[in-house]
């Protein structure tokens, strides 16, 4: 069982569409990463949520840390296919070790 | 953000060879060192955690003889694949971390080929 499961795990949506992936959790993280990989690659940190209820804007990208600090979310707005790829969240939790969720699959056809 | 390179990106060896594959932290001090594994169209998969100075900490079912981890400075992280099986293909990517609960950056990865 994932510690973080993240939704959905594919996704394939038309340029120009707005979509939500989410990562949840039963536990509490003390920060959580987003990251964009694309194939043959490593992940590429995209954003980092530190406080509970937190968002945080990366131009058409929004990121929200829930105020419970288990579960946050990515939001793309006017997706283009330049945002196709691999999108993972991971979190810290107190010992120090760094967990991945399965990752959500996006592709946007132009 | 901070770099992390990865060396080698490809590699092809025989069975029962072995491989080590690098990572290096090229501006910053790295206190913890993550290796993963990935397969095709999946997530990370943890193998082991090492900080530097110290043991690496394996993931239960991750054999410590046969993926050796050795982080003997605060840039430098190693992972040896020890006689290595065809099963071994896969993706291995590193990350590097400041400190703790700070966030990683990552390699390029490592893709092994074993034949």
């Known amino acids: 069982t994932q510690l973080l499961e993240q939704s959905p795990q594919f996704l394939s949506i038309q340029e120009g569409e707005n979509l939500t992936v989410y990562c949840n959790s039963s536990?509490?993280?003390?920060?959580l990463q987003w990251y964009r990989q694309e194939p043959g690659e490593g992940p590429v940190l995209l954003v980092t949520?530190?406080?509970?209820?937190e968002v945080k804007k990366l131009k058409r990208l929004t990121f929200q840390f829930g105020d419970a600090r288990k579960d946050s979310s990515l939001h793309i707005t006017a997706a283009q296919p330049g945002d196709t790829g691999l999108y993972l969240c991971?979190?810290?939790?107190?010992?120090?070790?760094?967990?991945f969720g399965a990752g959500t699959r996006l592709t946007v056809k132009p | 953000g901070a770099v992390v390179s990865q060396h080698p990106s490809r590699v092809i060896c025989k069975s029962g060879t072995s491989v080590k594959i690098e990572c290096r932290s090229l501006?910053?001090?790295?206190?913890?060192m993550f290796w993963y594994r990935q397969f095709p169209k999946q997530s990370l998969m943890l193998m082991a955690t090492?900080?530097?100075?110290?043991?690496?900490?394996?993931e239960q079912g991750v054999e410590k003889d046969k993926f050796l981890i050795n982080h003997a400075s605060l840039t430098l992280s190693t992972l040896t694949v020890t006689s290595a099986h065809p099963e071994d293909s896969s993706f291995y990517i590193c990350?590097?971390?400041?400190?703790?609960?700070?966030?990683?950056?990552f390699g390029q990865g490592t893709r092994l080929t074993v034949v």
């Open positions: 501006d910053f001090q790295a206190t913890t």
């Open positions: 990350s590097a971390s400041q400190g703790r609960y700070t966030e990683a950056f």
């Open positions: 991971a979190g810290f939790k107190n010992n120090n070790d760094m967990r």
């Open positions: 536990s509490v993280f003390s920060s």
């Open positions: 949520v530190v406080t509970g209820g």
């Open positions: 090492s900080n530097e100075g110290s043991k690496a900490t394996y």
